[in-house]
């Protein structure tokens, strides 16, 4: 589903990251830890083709993603990608519902049951006609996460889905994570600075500047609970 190698991110003299290299498979969930400012949310960038990585190579389903032009990247995200952003993006002119369809509405698909079914799922089944500015934090959080989950894509980037929730609402949250993966066989990639988050996963990869450590090393035991 996914196969990063050798990548490398720089702003002028400043390397975010660099030799990353990481596959993922379809039905696996994996977590990615490190410390702060090491680049995950970057990272997720560069997958999404959001941002561009300055060496190494990306491949999504089997396409690879630096080779394609803008119009080739906006279509796999529409069809490939669900991404949580940590910031939200929740449009403030549109009502939650129609925030949560618009994956589907993209790719000229109407399909109201399923909206309600993910809203549902993450808690704001009446709160579908709100707009934004209505909401909370934590809620803000849900809308986006329904939104990227809603047209049932091959992967999910998820950059701390659960940082905004209380603990029993993160944990919903982690089983619809895990149920989609299970059930659709889909692919995650989680960031999270949670040990509990982190222990949801298959394995368990930590970013640093030099590249991705191995699998279930030394991220779990400095993660907060």
Known sequence: MLRLRGLRK??????????????????????LTGESGVGKSTLLNCIAGLD?????ELWLSGMSVRELAEPQ??????????????????????????NVALPLLLQGRADGARVQQ??????????????????????????????????RPPLILADEPSGNLD?????RILDLLQ???RQEGAACLLVTHSRSAASRADRVLTLTASGMQAPDAAAPACLPA
Do not use: C, W
């Open 10 to 31: 720089a702003y002028d003299l400043q390397v975010v990251f660099d030799n990353v290299s990481l596959q993922i498979h379809p039905g696996e969930f994996v977590a």
């Open 52 to 56: 561009q990585p300055d060496s190494g």
């Open 73 to 98: 990247l906006a279509k796999l995200r529409r069809e490939r990608l669900g991404f949580v952003f940590q910031a939200f993006h929740v449009l403030p002119h549109l009502s939650v519902a129609d």
């Open 118 to 151: 993910v809203l549902d799922a993450v808690g704001l089944g009446s709160l579908a006609g709100r707009m934004p500015a209505q909401l909370s934090g934590g809620q803000l959080q849900r809308v986006a996460i329904a939104r990227a989950l809603v047209h």
């Open 167 to 171: 603990p029993d609402t993160a944990a």
């Open 179 to 181: 149920e989609q993966v």
